[in-house]
């Protein structure tokens, strides 16, 4: 029997990659975006859950367009964080074990910008970046993006909310060659459609898996109800009375609140990771990779961390509070139930916030569950 990849039309090399990183059978999304992507040179707008493997849907159409054997960069891919670009970048770096050279260099901020114009000198294909690193760098003309035949924007939106807007405008029209623009996001909401319509024509194909669940429906939500100066003590008992194997993140609305709470867990001798903007690339890394290595079981961290950070097996999400925007909460419980796996995801409420919680649930069609 032929491979289900094989059949989509992705090449026996990345096929033998994608099986060590226990991609076998394709998700509802790899199955719908990736022949349409390999049918023709096309835009594509594609609305997918959180973790329902939407990197190799978008990932493994691009190396089999990309040319390897031309020196020039065809595809550049913009995410909202840094973290998130470097996971791109090493995942198109896995796919691509087996197969002939494409070479891929990731541009985010709080790396050495000099390392980076070094690097760009030499021969590129795919560029991934986050929107400030990469403007930075085509105003020293590190690199030209005149040749890229191949835009993706991977959460678009959170870089909108971020305030890039006018960035990637920038961005998107130095794509002088630029034939097809893929979009990628578990949540479309409506600022986005501005940006759509200014980059794509109308009658762009949009795909939207699974349709009328936005948040992933392996999650099961739960909250808790919890006054503001009682929650790090919650969280310590939540945490000494989990079975070692399990591990989580707890997202805090603000740096403070997300220090606080490692301190007062590490009094209690609970080893978590804080991943927080004030940090330094350099820490920020340590830590992620600590916590994505398993060598700390828990992850306290502010939304940097929330989009599209893939932890695999993360059984809980903690909201020490609710986030302000609607659309967090769909990113914030997505770290968990990824890969077709279940999770939980809880909600540490104050009681004033009860009808915030109903909000929540009337918006993202969901239901809490007292915990
Ligand atoms: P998304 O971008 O949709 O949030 P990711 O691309 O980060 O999701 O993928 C989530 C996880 O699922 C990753 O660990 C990835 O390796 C895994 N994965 C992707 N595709 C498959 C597949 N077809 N079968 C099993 N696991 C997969
Ligand atoms: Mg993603």
């Keep these: 029997m032929s491979h289900p990849f094989k059949e989509l039309g992705i ?31 096309r835009d594509l707008i594609v609305q997918a859950q959180t973790g329902t493997g939407k990197t190799a849907a978008f990932g493994l159409p691009l190396l089999t367009k990309v040319d390897g054997s031309i020196p020039r960069i065809q595809a550049l891919i913009v995410s909202p964080t840094r973290e998130l670009a470097k996971q ?60 890229v035949k191949y835009l993706i924007l991977d959460e678009a939106d959170e870089m909108l909310s971020m305030g890039f807007k006018e960035q990637l405008q920038d ?17 479309f909401p409506a600022a986005l459609e501005d940006l759509i319509k200014s ?13 009328g669940n936005v948040v ?7 909250f808790a109800t919890c006054a503001t100066s009682e929650k790090n003590d919650f969280v310590i008992d939540y945490l000494e009375k989990k079975p070692s194997e399990e591990r989580g993140l707890i997202f805090c609305r603000t740096k403070a609140g997300a220090i606080g709470l490692g301190r007062a867990l590490a009094e ?52 020490h509070q609710l986030p302000e925007q609607i659309e967090y909460y769909t990113h914030r419980s997505g770290r968990t139930a990824r890969a ?32």
């Excluded at 090493?90 to 050495?112: C, H, I, P, Q, W």
């Excluded at 961290?301 to 695999?312: C, E, K, L, S």
């Design 11 to 41: 090449s026996a090399k990345l096929i033998q990659g994608i099986s060590e990183l226990g991609i076998e059978k394709p998700t509802p999304v790899q199955k719908q975006a990736i022949p349409l992507l390999l049918e023709k040179d």
């Design 88 to 147: 791109i970048g090493k995942n198109l770096f896995r796919y691509t074990k087996y197969t002939s050279k494409v070479f891929t260099e990731v541009l985010a901020g709080g790396d050495k910008i000099d390392v980076q114009v070094g690097k760009l000198k030499r021969p590129t294909q795919i560029v991934v970046a986050t929107p400030g690193r990469l403007i930075d760098l085509l105003k020293r003309e590190a690199l030209s993006l005149k040749h």
């Design 171 to 187: 961005i998107i029209t130095r794509c002088e060659s630029r034939r097809a623009t893929w979009l990628f996001s578990a949540t």
């Design 199 to 211: 980059t794509v024509p109308k009658d762009t194909r949009r795909l939207q898996i699974d349709s």
């Design 216 to 222: 992933n429906r392996k999650i099961s939500h739960y």
């Design 268 to 319: 209690k001798g609970i080893e978590a990771g804080v991943l927080q903007g004030d940090l330094t690339q350099l820490e920020r890394d340590k830590v992620m990779r600590a916590f994505k290595k398993e060598r700390v079981p828990f992850l306290i961290a502010t939304d940097v961390a929330a989009r599209g950070i893939d932890v695999p097996d993360l059984s809980f999400v903690l909201h």
């Design 340 to 371: 077709g796996k279940r999770g939980i995801s809880l909600v540490l409420l104050d009681p004033r916030e009860r009808k915030k919680l109903k909000r929540f649930e009337k918006e993202l069609g969901i239901s809490f569950s007292a915990y």
